[in-house]
Nanobody, 124 residues
Framework: QVQLVESGGGLVQAGGSLRLSCAASGRTFSNLGMAWFRQPPGEEREFVGGITRSGGTTNSADSVKGRFTISRDNAKNTVYLQMNSLKPEDTAVYYC?????????????????WGQGTQVTVSS
């Protein structure tokens, strides 16, 4: 079993920045591929970015590419999402996810473990 806890969400003005954190426990963190997803109000959950145990990253093909950066610290059992130049359309619940394979996929069904989510609201 793996437990994931997100933190760092909040309210920010357009153009601002936030850094989300996801702390993992219950299984060796270095064995997990990790990803961030987000779910805007009334919309489907979508892939934001992923990172392998060795630090290789995969970004989504949508508007977050070039603004968001995913990273991980295996010693701290934590994955991060740095979000810059935030836009109102970035408003969503952001979720941390994990899978027991060193390979990143972009569909939610590819991940076995999920955090509770953290709200990010970007005002205009």
């Amino acid at each position: 079993q793996v437990q994931l806890v997100e933190s760092g969400g909040g309210l920010v003005q357009a153009g601002g920045s936030l850094r989300l954190s996801c702390a993992a426990s219950g299984r060796t963190f270095s064995n997990l591929g990790m990803a961030w997803f987000r779910q805007p109000p009334g919309e489907e959950r979508e892939f934001v970015g992923g990172i392998t145990r060795s630090g290789g990253t995969t970004n989504s093909a949508d508007s977050v590419k070039g603004r968001f950066t995913i990273s991980r610290d295996n010693a701290k059992n934590t994955v991060y999402l740095q979000m810059n130049s935030l836009k109102p359309e970035d408003t969503a619940v952001y979720y941390c996810a994990a899978r027991p394979y060193d390979f990143i996929v972009t569909l939610p069904s590819g991940y076995n473990y999920w955090g509770q989510g953290t709200q990010v609201t970007v005002s205009s």
